[in-house]
Every structure is written in structure tokens, then in C-alpha cells.
């Protein structure tokens, strides 16, 4: 099995930063993918960022330039910098990860509040 913990959530202004971490622990054989997605209130879920085991990355066209996604495989961890954030990022942000053995897990969501 495999348990993912978001941290880092919380409130802040437009403009702020906020930086959401995730660690992955139990059976790690084949991690590859890690993601991050976000849920606002009635809307679906969708992906904010993605990387691989070996690095690549790649983001949703609404963050661009503004998050930057990274990971310490020696930890399991991934890190979500999220700056210049707006009000529209308000939404509970999900850590996911994917195994190429097969088999994929999230995390329980940490909330994350942009307002004025």
C-alpha cells in the first residue's frame, strides 16, 4: 500500500505564495508520475502539474509561469511553489501518484484559500 500526505495548505492574499508539499511512504518500487490536481466548489478536478521520475515536467495552462512543480525521488516527496496566486486557485489541491507496476494513489487534499 502506499499513503500520500499533502502539507502546506492554508489562506493567503492575491499576490501571495504558498508551497505544498506531499510525501509518499510504503511501497514505492516503480513511482513514476507525480501530480498535483485541484477541486474548486463545483467544478471537476483538474490537473495543476505533473512530474516524472526523471524529471520532465508539465502544467495546466492556467498556472503557467506562476507554480513550478519539483521532487526529491530520495525522499518521495513533491513540492508545489505556487506564487502570484490568485483568487481563482481557491480549491482543495490533491497530491497523485502513478506506478508503472501498476496502481495509482492521492493523497486527502489540503485546502488552499486565495482572498482579499
Known amino acids: 500500500q502506499v499513503q500520500l500526505v499533502e502539507s502546506g495548505g492554508g489562506s493567503v492574499q492575491p499576490g501571495g505564495s504558498l508551497r505544498l508539499s506531499c510525501v509518499a511512504s510504503?511501497?514505492?518500487?516503480?513511482?513514476?508520475?507525480m501530480s498535483w490536481y485541484r477541486q474548486a466548489p463545483g467544478k471537476q478536478r483538474e490537473l495543476v502539474a505533473f512530474i516524472t521520475s526523471g524529471g520532465s515536467t508539465n502544467y495546466g495552462g492556467s498556472v503557467k509561469g506562476r507554480f513550478t512543480i519539483s521532487r526529491d525521488n530520495t525522499k518521495n516527496l513533491v513540492v508545489l511553489q505556487m506564487n502570484s496566486l490568485k483568487l481563482e486557485d481557491t480549491a482543495v489541491y490533491y497530491c497523485y501518484a502513478y506506478f508503472v507496476r501498476g496502481g495509482s494513489y492521492w493523497g486527502q487534499g489540503t485546502q488552499v484559500t486565495v482572498s482579499s
Open positions: 510504503g511501497t514505492m518500487y516503480m513511482l513514476d508520475t
